[in-house]
């Protein structure tokens, strides 16, 4: 064990201190085990596994993004939005598939579809605070909007429903 450590907690790191090992104890008795490149771009996850029940993979784009997570259940795709870091979909292997929408020219989200489930639609001000929320799809049945209040120190202050009118905001 030469370039191992072992550390309390049952927590087990390699020299570059990446977290390889980490015993779990309770409900089950488990190990989590991380793998990692030793070439090219060193440390970066390429898989885990849970004890023998899960196995997963993990691949990267040519910017070094996760781009693909594959599982007993599939595989997960993520592409970020066009020309930027920002999230754009994400692909799963149930086909509900998330897409994220932003503000022409500033990095805030404006919705976020999974698939025809939910739709969650946003509102900002001209600060870049969330006005309000509308949560609609096959989830949300009647559809519902959230609006909020802020402060002079842009801290929120208030939250009411459209649908529910004892929603309260603490």
Request: glycine share 8%; aromatic share 12%.
């Amino acid at each position: 064990m030469n370039n191992w450590y072992i550390i309390p907690s049952g927590f087990c790191l390699h020299t570059n201190f990446a977290l390889t090992s980490k015993a779990i104890e309770g409900i089950y008795t488990k190990a989590i085990t991380r793998t990692y490149t030793d070439t090219g771009a060193k440390g970066r996850i390429l898989g885990m596994s849970i004890g023998t029940a899960g196995n997963y993979s993990y691949a990267y784009d040519a910017y070094g993004r996760l781009n693909t997570l594959t599982t007993s259940a599939g595989n997960f795709t993520y592409a970020p939005l066009a020309n930027s870091n920002l999230p754009g979909t994400v692909t799963r292997p149930n086909n509900v598939n998330t897409t994220w929408s932003y503000e022409t020219n500033r990095d805030l989200v404006t919705a976020v579809a999974n698939g025809n489930l939910s739709t969650y639609s946003y509102v900002n001000d001209v600060l870049g605070r969330r006005q309000s929320m509308a949560k609609s799809g096959s989830l949300f049945n009647p559809t519902e909007t959230l609006s909020y209040a802020y402060n002079d120190r842009s801290e929120v202050t208030g939250a009411s429903s459209d649908v529910n009118p004892n929603f309260r905001y603490k």
